[in-house]
C-alpha cells in the first residue's frame, strides 16, 4: 500500500511578552489578522496581548506626517524664495546708487 505524504507548510513568527518577557512562536497568519483586527491574544504564561493601531494605521500616520513635513518645507522654501527675490531688488537698488555717487566724484 502506497503512502500518501501531506505538506503543510506554516510559517511562524516570534513575539515577545510585554509582561513577563517570554518569547513564543504564532503563525504569521494569526500574527497578520491580530495586527489588522486589533483583537487580544496571549503568550503562553496567560498574559492578554494586543496591537496599539493596525499596519494600516500606522502607515496612514506616517503618511500624513510626511505630507505635514513636505507642505511646511514647501513653505519655507516658498517664503526663503521670496526673501531671495527681495534682497536681489535690494542689490540691485545699491548698485544703482553706487553707481550715482561714483559719478558724482568724477
Do not use: W
Not at 513564543?24 to 503568550?43: G, I, V
Not at 493596525?54 to 503618511?63: G, I, M, P
Amino acid at each position: 500500500m502506497p503512502s500518501i505524504r501531506l505538506e503543510d507548510p506554516r510559517f511562524l513568527v516570534t513575539e515577545t511578552c510585554c509582561v513577563c518577557g517570554v518569547e513564543f512562536a504564532m503563525p504569521s497568519e494569526l500574527q497578520a489578522s491580530r495586527k489588522s483586527d486589533l483583537k487580544e491574544f496571549y503568550c503562553p504564561n496567560g498574559h492578554s496581548q494586543t496591537y496599539t493601531e493596525s499596519e494600516a494605521q500606522r502607515l496612514t500616520k506616517k503618511l500624513a506626517k510626511a505630507q505635514h513635513r513636505l507642505e511646511s518645507e514647501a513653505l519655507a522654501r516658498e517664503s526663503l524664495n521670496v526673501e531671495i527675490s527681495s534682497l536681489g531688488r535690494t542689490i540691485i537698488g545699491l548698485r544703482g546708487r553706487l553707481t550715482r555717487v561714483l559719478r558724482r566724484k568724477r
